[in-house]
């Protein structure tokens, strides 16, 4: 019997365990056309935190009582689909759970890029397309521009420090923490600030980037992004992936500096990896390059068995990971 985690009610702020319960998970039944998986790897990540609210969103909320979703690379252990074979490494959003049967359309098979199978849940994967396509098409970031990233030791930051760097920009994040911030620096940052250090974010922003930013890419929201737009240069681009900081129990920070939109012509746009996944090939392709010319390295923090998820998850929200957080089944 396959085992899965279910959402048994909806969290008021930071989750705890107790919203969480494994569950015995019937499989369908296999037919043609279909795969069974045994998943190897699974991901967590900040979106699933809006998926537990019953509010429209985006993506669905989480149906209480139901098997959770999630990215997952797994191993086709009996197939019934042409172009599929057993022992074929796949891609697919059945997470949260050790075995899944799905339609072989709802599963992808890993290209041929000599990463390990866990990097397309992270770099290579959803994480890395993340800061691919939010830096280079929606911040339309160029060589020359000063890049400001929150969150820079997360698995989408520190994949867009490596790709800014190797684009020729000049590239200031924040990490929490002296270990994590020197690891921000060992991927290529130019300048790194650690958000939980005593003195002013803004200040700290201000001296890293003394002639301003060209580019913000927002994982966090709340100060960063205020100070984001204090130092932003005329016509700055900002992308805006994420608000970890606002999941939970909201962040009270007023944006000071939001008239700054108006007279330094900034831009701000928000934006979903979903609406570049048919460009998926163009991505593989500059990252391959990018590898094979030694400008990408990753991290990865794994917690270990199916029964880890709910730990990894709540890590996401008290800087429990350096890189992607993976469970490994």
Not at 13 to 30: L, R, V
Not at 132 to 156: H, N, Q
Not at 295 to 322: I, Y
Request: hydrophobic share 50%.
């Amino acid at each position: 019997m396959a085992h899965a985690w279910t959402l048994k009610s909806r969290p008021a702020g930071m989750p705890t365990h107790d919203n969480f319960a494994m569950i015995e998970a019937a499989t369908p039944a296999m037919a043609a056309g279909m795969v069974r998986i045994a998943n190897r790897w699974l991901s967590v990540d900040p979106y699933m935190r809006g998926r537990m609210n019953d509010v429209k969103s985006y993506t669905p909320p989480f149906v209480l009582g139901e098997e959770m979703q999630g990215g997952a690379v797994g191993e086709v252990i009996e197939s019934q689909a042409d172009g599929i074979a057993v022992g074929d490494m796949v891609l697919h959003m059945a997470g949260w759970r050790d075995e899944a049967v799905l339609s072989a359309n709802q599963v992808q098979k890993l290209p041929a890029l000599g990463v390990d199978p866990q990097a397309f849940l992270g770099q290579f994967g959803m994480p890395g397309m993340t800061a691919y396509f939010g830096l280079m098409e929606v911040a339309s970031a160029k060589a020359g521009d000063v890049v400001f990233v929150s969150a820079a030791a997360g698995a989408v930051g520190s994949t867009l420090v490596q790709i800014a760097k190797a684009k020729g920009m000049t590239v200031i994040g924040t990490a929490g923490g002296a270990d994590k911030c020197a690891w921000v620096k060992a991927l290529g940052a130019d300048e790194v600030i650690d958000y939980k250090g005593e003195g002013s974010l803004l200040k700290k922003l201000m001296a890293a980037a003394p002639k301003g930013i060209d580019v913000y890419f927002d994982n966090v929201g709340g100060e960063h992004l205020d100070a984001a737009l204090a130092v932003a240069n005329e016509r700055a681009r900002f992308a805006i992936c994420g608000m970890i900081n606002m999941y939970n129990s909201g962040d009270p920070t007023v944006l000071r500096f939001a008239p700054r939109i108006i007279g330094m012509r900034i831009r701000i746009q928000g934006f979903i990896v979903s609406d570049y996944m048919a460009r998926a090939a163009e991505f593989y392709a500059d990252m391959a390059g990018m590898l094979q010319a030694d400008k990408l390295t990753r991290e990865e923090t794994v917690h270990q068995g199916l029964a880890s998820m709910p730990d990894a998850f709540l890590g996401l929200f008290s800087g429990g990971n350096t890189g992607k957080m993976l469970v490994k089944l």
